[in-house]
Structure formats: C-alpha cells, structure tokens
C-alpha cells in the first residue's frame, strides 16, 4: 500500500520560512517524479512544482520561483519543500504526490499539512 505523509506544516509570519517533508513507502521511490501542490480556501488546487524521478529537472510555478525550493533524498523516500519568504498568498494546505517516471498524472496523493502565513 503507497502511503504518502507529509510534515511540517504550521503558522509563519509574512517574510519567514517553513520546510516540508514528504515520506513515501510503499512504492519503489526512485522511480517517481514527485510534486508538491496546494489548495488556499475556495479555490482550485495548483501545483507549486515537482522534482523529476531522474532528479534532473525541477519545475516551479512562477508566483514561487526563487522561493521555494523542492529537494528529494532518495535514501530516507523522501521530498522536501524548503519556502523561503512566505507570503501570506502562500497560505493553503500543500498536498504532497507522486506519479511514476514521466507520466501525466500524479497517482499518489498524501493527506496535506496546512500552512497559514499570517501576522
């Protein structure tokens, strides 16, 4: 059974930072191009960028580049979202997933870890 656990989640003020973590098992993890998305209150989830199953490639979402940082460990299975100078549109519950290699779409989902950028 794939199981997808995000962590770190919390409070953080306008301009500081947090750092996720998202732990796979049950699958071969190597082998899977692994993204972060979130959902902000009555709207749409996006995605907020992934790390190719290679590691050779990483997408951001504009509004993030230059803030945000995906990084993954293949030893621990794990993916991690450093953000760096939150805003409080940063705010949502991010979603951790996984899809095999390159295909079109994210399979695996995890169950989210609220972030609230607020003074």
């Known amino acids: 059974q794939v199981q997808l656990v995000e962590s770190g989640g919390g409070l953080v003020q306008p301009g500081g930072s947090l750092s996720l973590s998202c732990v796979a098992s049950?699958?071969?993890?190597?082998?899977?191009?692994m993204g972060w998305f979130r959902q902000a209150p009555g709207k749409e989830r996006e995605i907020v960028g992934f790390?190719?199953?290679?590691?050779?490639?990483?997408f951001y979402r504009d509004s993030v580049k230059d803030r945000f940082t995906i990084c993954r460990d293949n030893f621990k299975n794990t993916v991690y979202l450093q953000m760096n100078s939150l805003e409080p549109d940063d705010t949502g519950v991010y979603y951790c997933?996984?899809?095999?290699?390159?295909?079109?779409?994210?399979?695996?989902w995890g169950q989210g870890t609220q972030v609230t950028v607020s003074s």
């Open positions: 997933a996984a899809k095999i290699r390159d295909g079109n779409e994210f399979t695996y």
């Open positions: 049950g699958l071969r993890f190597s082998l899977y191009t």
């Open positions: 790390k190719t199953w290679t590691g050779t490639n990483t």
